[in-house]
């Protein structure tokens, strides 16, 4: 079944030198019983990121304590060299690099109907942690036939935000979110998953600048 092939992680040989990059998508929720996010995350697994980099995949949960505890153990166990974590922007039609994380503001219940305490990712974290990449750089090093690719300091204040938020203060910057737009004749699983692929090889050439 697809659950056993993609959302399996291997979670106890990995270190932090390793090649793994982590690209995680999220399940149906609301108007998405398909969530373009995990649809293009799934291709992205299909066409790899290199010959010289582990590619792993997880689905997450549109649930704030489900997604914290997730990301979490990922960071623990599989210390990654990066996560990409995907999502779907529900009215766009262009694929959105978000730079930072918000810590504050969360007022929209999830598919469980909780809401973070306070409305926060972290009581006592900064209001914003920025990515260790630089996303305009991105848009500008990149070009995806048939969607345009933009650049956001917003992703939103719900699941999405919240993950990227604790992704980057568990991995000390070391993560980046992509919002995608929801599937349609034009905007494919294919395409979107080729476009992931573009977007987080250009990522990686910076990333390894900075790691340098």
């Known amino acids: 079944m ?3 092939r993609f959302c399996i992680l ?3 040989f990995m270190d932090s030198n390793s090649n793994t990059v ?5 399940g149906p929720f609301g ?3 398909v969530n373009s996010s995990w649809e293009a995350v799934k291709e992205l697994f299909s066409l790899g990121l290199g010959k010289d980099v582990t590619i792993r995949i997880l689905q997450l949960p549109v649930a704030y304590k489900k997604t914290k505890e997730q990301v979490s153990k990922i960071w623990e166990t599989l210390q990654p060299q990066f996560i990409v ?4 922007a529900s009215s ?3 694929i959105i690099l978000e730079q930072c994380g918000r810590n504050r503001g969360y007022r929209d219940a999830d598919i469980c109907g909780f809401l973070p305490e306070g409305g926060v990712c972290l009581s006592d974290g900064p209001d914003m942690i920025e990515s260790t990449i630089n996303m305009k750089t991105v848009c500008k090093n990149i070009s995806v036939d048939g969607i345009q690719v933009l650049f956001s300091r917003d992703a939103g204040r719900y699941v999405c935000d919240y993950t990227y938020y604790l992704s980057l203060h568990y991995g000390n910057g070391c993560a980046a979110f992509i919002h995608v737009p929801p599937l349609s004749n034009l905007l494919t699983a294919d395409l979107l ?3 992931l692929q573009i977007i987080i090889q250009e990522m990686l050439k910076q990333f390894g600048k900075a790691r340098k």
């Open 92 to 94: 766009s039609k262009a």
């Open 193 to 195: 998953g080729r476009a």
């Open 10 to 12: 291997q979670l106890n």
């Open 22 to 26: 982590v690209v995680t998508g999220f």
């Open 85 to 88: 974590h995907v999502g779907v």
């Open 31 to 33: 108007r998405h019983p």
């Open 2 to 4: 697809e659950k056993s």
